[in-house]
């Protein structure tokens, strides 16, 4: 029987996980993917890496703020400056430009891969049920395995969470009422450097919105760019084939990139992201429900920033805490309220 039980080894769930056991809480962290990283993670083909999900994070709080000067100093982030372009109209509400974007070296998941390596976590298996007992949860994985906790904290996409907790949590209407938008996302490495302008641009037009010479971040070799299609295309294509997607984006890359178009990659690869950026989180850390020990955290809550699930995930930690002070001891019944 673990004390607490986290679902997902992203940012959110791995920085709770982190708090928690600086605490001295027993607690045991599950992924499906073979390691941590969620929408961070970073992905290998031979000689080539790509940070195939979030692509750099910025700092705007002074808590976030402190955290980043601390891996900087353990060389597992550092600031990365490329050339932008935009192509297209830019936005009427642009933003702010960062002072400074920010990438994990060698891949934007150095920081969780630091952080799973302290703690218990468990990866390639999907939790295809959460069910409550009387003062436990019981997680069961498609690996057969099953897991006992006092409480549990779910980082999963909102969809997601909402599906596993159908009729069992008030939670799971609050989760599927937050809408995901989904992301293509295209792999491509060349044996050679590629005549470019920009390390970086944002698109407005066309299928893409993003392009990233993925080679040029801090840590990294070889020559790797890194596309995201725009969430309407996206969207529109959600079901296609990878093999098509590709072709398709390799053609508006080719537009973008000219010296592309004279040379065949050495390697293409598409990956769906069927949840990737929530277009109006909640705007709130967490979601919790006292009387099942059940926190749910991500993004999604907090704001569609790396940073957004950084403090969602501690704030998910410091609630957790909080009931399992007001029980009698850590193994006092949990389905009081807090």
Same mark, same amino acid.
């Given at each position: 029987?673990?004390?607490? +039980?986290?679902?997902?080894?992203?940012? !959110?769930?791995?920085? *709770?996980?982190?708090?928690?056991?600086?605490?001295?809480? &027993?607690?045991?962290? %599950?992924?499906?993917?073979?390691?941590?990283?969620?929408?961070?993670?970073?992905?290998?083909?031979?000689?080539?890496?790509?940070?195939?999900?979030?692509?750099?994070?910025? #700092?705007?709080?002074?808590?976030? @703020?402190?955290?980043?000067?601390?891996?900087?100093?353990? /060389?597992?982030?550092?600031?990365?400056?490329?050339?932008?372009?935009?192509?297209?109209?830019?936005?009427?509400?642009?933003?702010?430009?960062?002072?400074?974007?920010?990438?994990?070296?060698?891949?934007?998941?150095?920081?969780?891969?630091?952080?799973?390596?302290?703690? &218990? +976590?468990?990866? /390639?298996?999907?939790?295809?049920?959460?069910?409550?007992?009387?003062?436990?949860?019981?997680?069961?994985?498609? =690996?057969?395995?099953?897991?006992? *906790?006092?409480?549990?904290? %779910?980082?999963?996409?909102?969809?997601? #969470?909402?599906?596993?907790?159908?009729? =069992?949590?008030?939670?799971?209407?609050?989760?599927?009422?937050?809408?995901?938008?989904?992301?293509? @996302?295209?792999?491509?490495?060349?044996?050679?450097?590629?005549?470019?302008?920009?390390?970086?641009?944002?698109?407005?037009?066309?299928?893409?919105?993003?392009?990233?010479?993925?080679?040029?971040?801090?840590?990294?070799?070889?020559?790797?760019?890194?596309?995201? *299609? /725009?969430?309407?295309?996206?969207?529109?294509?959600?079901?296609?084939?990878?093999?098509?997607? !590709?072709?398709?984006?390799?053609? @508006?890359?080719?537009?973008?990139?000219?010296? @592309?178009?004279?040379?065949?990659?050495?390697?293409?690869? *598409?990956?769906?992201?069927?949840?990737?950026?929530?277009?109006?989180?909640?705007?709130?850390? +967490?979601?919790?429900? !006292?009387?099942?020990?059940?926190?749910? !955290?991500?993004?999604? +809550?907090?704001?569609?920033?790396?940073?957004?699930?950084?403090?969602?995930?501690?704030?998910?930690?410091?609630?957790?805490?909080?009931?399992?002070?007001?029980?009698?001891?850590?193994?006092?019944?949990?389905?009081?309220?807090?």
């Amino acid at each position: 029987m673990h004390e607490v +039980c986290v679902i997902g080894a992203g940012w !959110a769930g791995l920085s *709770a996980a982190f708090e928690l056991t600086a605490a001295g809480v &027993d607690v045991v962290v %599950l992924d499906k993917a073979r390691g941590p990283g969620g929408r961070c993670s970073t992905r290998r083909h031979g000689d080539f890496a790509f940070d195939h999900g979030g692509q750099y994070f910025t #700092a705007r709080s002074e808590a976030f @703020a402190d955290a980043v000067r601390g891996w900087k100093q353990e /060389g597992l982030v550092a600031a990365w400056r490329p050339r932008i372009r935009v192509f297209g109209r830019r936005p009427s509400n642009p933003g702010t430009t960062p002072a400074e974007r920010l990438v994990g070296v060698p891949g934007m998941n150095a920081v969780l891969k630091r952080l799973s390596a302290r703690l &218990d +976590c468990r990866f /390639g298996g999907r939790v295809e049920e959460l069910r409550r007992e009387r003062n436990h949860w019981l997680v069961r994985r498609d =690996r057969g395995d099953e897991i006992l *906790a006092r409480s549990v904290l %779910l980082t999963a996409p909102p969809a997601q #969470a909402a599906e596993l907790l159908a009729g =069992r949590s008030e939670l799971a209407e609050t989760a599927s009422r937050v809408p995901m938008n989904p992301c293509w @996302a295209l792999m491509l490495g060349f044996d050679g450097p590629l005549d470019a302008d920009f390390d970086a641009a944002f698109d407005n037009e066309g299928p893409l919105s993003w392009l990233a010479r993925n080679s040029s971040k801090p840590g990294r070799s070889g020559e790797a760019w890194l596309l995201h *299609a /725009g969430p309407n295309w996206s969207r529109q294509h959600l079901e296609a084939e990878p093999d098509w997607v !590709a072709d398709q984006l390799l053609a @508006a890359f080719h537009a973008r990139v000219p010296s @592309a178009a004279e040379t065949t990659p050495a390697l293409v690869s *598409a990956h769906r992201w069927r949840y990737a950026l929530a277009p109006a989180p909640l705007e709130q850390e +967490c979601l919790g429900e !006292a009387r099942q020990r059940l926190v749910l !955290a991500g993004d999604w +809550c907090a704001g569609n920033r790396i940073e957004g699930a950084w403090v969602s995930g501690r704030a998910a930690a410091a609630q957790l805490l909080e009931w399992i002070g007001a029980v009698d001891g850590l193994h006092g019944e949990p389905d009081q309220p807090g």
